[in-house]
């Protein structure tokens, strides 16, 4: 069954205190469905038309958990902590494997 991966591009963060508020509720709610980080923040070297912006992956055993887990109350939580305070690009997509 092929994994479920969340992948976020943070365009502006325009609250950090937001930010960091939904931070501690989405790590939880990640956690809690079985999702793994490998990728928040860190160094991105861009290329072609891209933007290094801060960048976030989060692993799931499957695309469907991926889904629930977004769709979770407790997520849905973490995005009202986080509400206006960053303009990003959220993406929940289907692994190879």
């Known amino acids: 069954m092929p994994k479920g991966y969340w992948v976020s591009v943070y365009r502006t963060i325009s609250d ?8 501690k509720l989405a790590r ?13 923040g860190g160094r991105v070297v861009a290329h072609d038309a891209g933007i290094a912006e801060r960048t976030v992956l989060v692993e799931f055993d499957s695309f469907e958990q991926a889904v629930a887990v977004h769709e979770s109350a407790a997520y849905q939580e973490a995005l009202v902590a986080l509400s206006d305070g960053v303009e990003r690009d959220f993406r929940i997509v289907e692994g190879i494997e």
């Open 28 to 40: 939880l709610a990640v956690e809690a469905g079985g999702g793994r980080t490998f990728v928040r």
């Open 16 to 23: 950090p205190e937001k930010l960091a508020a939904y931070n």
